[in-house]
Each structure stands twice: as C-alpha cells, then as structure tokens.
C-alpha cells in the first residue's frame, strides 16, 4: 500500500491510469517487489479459449491490483477485480482509484 501513496504523493491527481502504473513498476522495483503487469489470463470453457483479461497488476504471484482514475467506486470494477480472482485463483484483490482527495482501496477476498 505504501507504493501507492509514494505514487500519489509525487504524481498527485489529474493524470492518466497508464502513467500512474509506470510510476507504480518504479516504485515496485524501488521496493524490490516482484510484480507482473498486464497479465494476460486466458479463459477457457470446454477447452476452448473464450476471452481474456489482462490484470494491471499481480504481486509478489498472490495480489490482484487494479487501479483506476475517477472519484468514485463502480460496481463494474469491483466486479472486474472479483473475475480477475476467480480466473487465476488468488485470494486477494485490491481495487485503487486515484481521486482529487488521494488515494481510496477496497480488499477484494476470492
């Protein structure tokens, strides 16, 4: 959590989500985390691939991040985070909005 608040604190608001996730990968190897961006997870029924997600974030193979740019928590997102879990299996998602007053997270538990 604390990379995300270095992030906010240099940065601030106003910026796109892309930017804010190259901040992040500096600040993940700053901190010496491993961490995978865009994962790309394959979705299957009946062994035939269906769709696709790709994952902000997933750190240290146990954390979904998701961040997003808006003022507010929309049900689709969280909804996103939940899917993002139940296709790779982790257990824990953490859904991150940058907004004009800082930085505001929701824990997502599979």
Do not use: P, W
């Not at 992030?7 to 700053?30: H, M, P």
């Not at 769709?51 to 979904?64: A, H, L, M, Q």
């Not at 998602?93 to 997270?105: D, E």
């Amino acid at each position: 959590m604390g990379v995300l608040f270095t992030v906010y604190n240099n940065l601030g608001y106003g910026y796109q989500e892309k930017y804010y996730q190259r901040a992040l990968t500096r600040e993940f190897e700053n901190a010496h985390l491993r961490y995978k961006r865009e994962r790309k997870v394959i979705i299957k029924y009946r062994d035939r691939i269906i769709g696709r997600y790709f994952i902000d974030f997933v750190i240290e193979n146990s954390v979904v991040l998701e961040i997003k740019v808006c003022n507010q928590f929309f049900d689709r997102d969280i909804k996103q985070v939940l899917a993002y879990l139940k296709s790779t299996g982790l257990r824990l998602g953490i859904l991150c909005i940058f907004t004009k007053q800082g930085i505001q997270f929701k824990r997502l538990a599979n």
